[in-house]
């Protein structure tokens, strides 16, 4: 076979961060892919594969399509055929705790949230009384800073890792809720609550729903909540990205299901990340209420800030309650079983 060319129009220039990601793949798993081309050597279908296996210099399966077939086999190849789906997969939805930042460290920026830098600490500075509460808080660095420096803010993370253990603090969790409840009753319902990346770690549309409505409704009616998340748009656009690789190990290319689902094998389970485009975000938060009061994007992610207006019935609200405060922790199906408690502060901030 003559020595292989490409039928993309400038290979070198278009799908730099796919490439990294295909010879990541090629590297820890082998010579797992090959291509597809014409018997002058024209590689027509996997080209990308085909150009990292002559980067790393390892062998390329080639399949040769006969002249009498190529352009059957060119349109063959280039229908689209059905969708990545991780239906049939197991959902350990503790596995999440793998997405958690670290915040306020490193050098670049020192690893900021933009949603707190641009929206909730200008907020709080300016309701320096305000109670707020930061849902789903992951490590808890902005709410242990915020702490410190004299704000009255909670963090709530059903997921925290205990320290140098790659298990979750069930004993911290507890605490955590604990300070919850007792805020509840004693105060009643949040003057702000924020949700920063925690929509990106969900891993099922109902998880996505009960995360929304348990910060909306712990929020008074007309306070303040931010929600942020990571665009669906910056992902699909690493697909055609000149850009080859990122400073931080870590994948860049996603494979979406109808829902905005991207499924990764890590550590031996499925891990799952939700991807929002901008429109769909917006839509999020009106179907739950939520006034937007301000809106921004970055280059990859966005930030809402808003208003909830509790639009939810009594038994949509206590029902995701019940399953956010009951999720399971461990292999074993522990569960948190803060359900009933939690539901009996909630129910005594709202006055029933």
Avoid at 52 to 64: E, I, N, Q, S
Avoid at 141 to 158: H, K, P, Q, S, T
Avoid at 238 to 262: M, P, W
Wanted: hydrophobic residues 40%; positive net charge.
């Amino acid at each position: 076979m003559p020595p292989a060319y490409f039928s993309t129009a400038n290979p070198k220039s278009n799908g730099g961060k796919l490439r990294n990601d295909i010879m990541v793949m090629i590297t820890r798993f082998g010579n797992w892919g090959g291509c597809v081309a014409t018997s002058r050597g024209e590689v027509f279908h996997a080209a990308q594969y085909a150009l990292c296996a002559k980067t790393l210099g390892v062998p390329c399966l080639v399949f040769v399509v006969p002249p009498g077939l190529e352009d059957e086999a060119r349109r063959a190849l280039g229908a689209k055929y059905g969708e990545y789906s991780y239906e049939h997969l197991p959902k350990h939805t503790f596995i999440q705790t793998l997405a958690q930042l670290p915040r306020l460290s490193g050098t670049k920026k020192l690893n900021c949230s933009p949603a707190y830098e641009k929206l909730v600490i200008p907020w709080m500075s300016a309701h320096p009384d305000a109670r707020v509460l930061d849902f789903g808080c992951g490590r808890g660095d902005y709410v242990a800073m915020l702490a410190r420096r004299g704000f009255n803010i909670l963090g709530l993370e059903f997921f925290k890792r205990a320290p140098n253990a790659n298990r979750i603090d069930v004993s911290a969790v507890n605490a955590m809720v604990d300070a919850v409840e007792n805020s509840l009753r004693k105060h009643g319902l949040f003057d702000a609550v924020v949700c920063d990346y925690v929509l990106n770690s969900v891993d099922t549309v109902q998880a996505e729903s009960d995360v929304v409505t348990c910060v909306s409704a712990l929020c008074k009616k007309g306070g303040t909540v931010w929600m942020s998340g990571r665009s669906r748009e910056c992902a699909e656009r690493n697909l055609t990205s000149t850009v080859a690789i990122y400073k931080k190990n870590k994948r860049q290319i996603e494979f979406f299901d109808k829902d905005g689902f991207s499924g990764l094998f890590r550590k031996g389970r499925w891990f799952y990340q939700k991807f929002h485009t901008v429109q769909q975000a917006r839509q999020l938060a009106k179907k739950h209420g939520i006034a937007i009061r301000a809106f921004q994007k970055t280059a990859v992610a966005w930030q809402i800030e808003g208003n909830p207006s509790h639009p939810h019935a009594a038994s949509e609200v206590e029902e995701a309650i019940a399953r956010e405060f009951n999720l399971p922790l461990n292999d074993a199906w522990r569960r948190l079983g803060r359900d009933a408690s939690m539901l009996a502060a909630y129910r005594e901030a709202i006055g029933k």
